[in-house]
């Protein structure tokens, strides 16, 4: 979807809540429907090595924001929070729309589909979209 300004500035990666008018981030799981904010592919064309890398772009408040809707088996480039991940790790949506490890309660969004590593907070990692479940 591309037809909604976002609310604030937003790096691409992100988990963002749809509403009516507006694209907000989100920093749980519930509270509206979520999306994954995608990249800003037009906006270089100096590709990822450029200065103006669309994945590290933010989008400025007031902009209209290209969103996806995310369904069971999708994968994704999400921002992740600062941890330490394994191969299959069931991640929930935390702070500033980035996915984090879940934990007992949370409900499952997606789950790590890299080699075990560690990320920095804003860092990007694929991940696999869940049939979202409480763990």
């Given at each position: 979807?591309?037809?909604?300004?976002?609310?604030?500035?937003?790096?691409?990666?992100t988990?963002?809540?749809?509403?009516?008018?507006?694209?907000?981030?989100?920093?749980?799981v519930?509270?509206g429907?979520?999306?994954?904010?995608?990249?800003?592919d037009?906006?270089?064309?100096?590709?990822?090595s450029?200065?103006?890398?669309?994945?590290?772009?933010?989008?400025?408040?007031?902009?209209?924001?290209?969103?996806?809707?995310?369904?069971?088996d999708?994968?994704?480039?999400?921002?992740?929070?600062?941890?330490?991940?394994?191969?299959?790790?069931?991640?929930t949506?935390?702070?500033?729309?980035?996915?984090?490890?879940?934990?007992a309660?949370?409900?499952?969004?997606?789950h790590?589909?890299?080699?075990?590593?560690?990320?920095?907070?804003?860092?990007?990692?694929?991940v696999?979209?869940?049939?979202?479940?409480?763990?």
């Amino acid at each position: 979807m591309s037809d909604k300004t976002l609310a604030a500035a937003l790096l691409p990666g992100t988990f963002v809540l749809v509403g009516a008018t507006q694209l907000t981030q989100a920093a749980a799981v519930d509270g509206g429907r979520l999306a994954v904010l995608g990249d800003r592919d037009y906006y270089s064309s100096l590709g990822i090595s450029g200065a103006t890398d669309p994945l590290l772009t933010s989008y400025k408040a007031g902009e209209i924001g290209v969103a996806y809707l995310p369904k069971p088996d999708d994968e994704f480039l999400c921002a992740m929070a600062a941890g330490t991940y394994a191969y299959g790790q069931e991640l929930t949506v935390g702070a500033a729309g980035r996915l984090t490890t879940a934990v007992a309660g949370d409900i499952v969004v997606a789950h790590f589909d890299q080699a075990g590593k560690t990320t920095a907070a804003g860092e990007l990692a694929d991940v696999v979209i869940a049939n979202f479940y409480t763990l």
